[in-house]
């Protein structure tokens, strides 16, 4: 006769012989966790907190050092400079991430299948991304200027001259964008490229037969499926460009007068020039709880529209 001790017993045993394995196998995680843990506290988080720590002060390199509270960034809202730059970054985002996840999409839409030279054409977009960021602007700066590549073409083909791209405040900022546009969009093609590569062509058949036209297929069956990378591609896309700093570094130097400085930009302004590592840590933090803001919108959002069912 079989009893409810017999029946228990065996389970009991297998728990309780379980539970070593389960400690041993945490004891090796850690031990492979520990220096990828150590790392991120000593190069990410300890970093971050001293940053929020002397945002607090007045923290000249050398000097006195005084609590402020929230002073800097008092200082920081109430500066006029301050604000324009928060604008230019705002501006550069505008018009980057749109146009990059759009012209991104729309190539790698065409590059279907069908198109012969497909992996070269990969290939060629990718390169940019792949170039280092000083020596591809130091590219775009020589046909930027005037007299340069740009200037002469539009002067030999059409007989005028290109407008001073870097000089004006004007066309400062759409040139910036031009050129982060093309040194950026391959990353995003690549993303959208797989995802493309991952829509079932016995759907794409099957609307054909029913009658959908190329729009009617990309929007209702094509679209729903590569909602995913599409968030994907545009919530990195936001992150880096409120961080840009090498182009309009390196292009206009912030100029003409501030009209292309970002904040990225201001913070190394403060930060290394003028040796304000408070008010440079406060514009850091600033720009943190922007991304992170919009990040979090971005994230709540996404269940309106990203489909992650099929």
Known sequence: MVTLNDTVAPTETVRSGRRPALRRDGRYAS????????????????????ALAISLFDWPVFGEREFLGFGNYTHLFGDPVFRR???????????????????SLGLATWLGPKIKGRQAFRVLFFIPVMTPMVANVMVWRLLFQPGGLLDAGLNSWFGIDAPNFLGSSSWAMPAIVAMSIWQGFGYNFLVFSAALDQVPQSQLESAQID??????????VTWP???PSIFFATTMTLITSFQVFAQPFILTQGGPGVSTQTIVMYVYNQGWQFLTMGLASAAGWVLFVIIMGITAIQFVGQRKWVNYDV
């Open 211 to 220: 009658g959908a036209g190329p729009l009617q297929r990309f929007r209702y």
């Open 31 to 50: 031990v492979f966790l520990a220096p990828s843990l150590a790392g991120l506290a000593l190069f990410t988080l300890f970093p971050t907190a001293m």
């Open 85 to 103: 730059v928060v604008f230019n970054t705002a501006l550069f985002v505008v018009l980057y991430v749109p146009l990059n996840v759009v012209l």
């Open 225 to 227: 499926m590569i909602t």
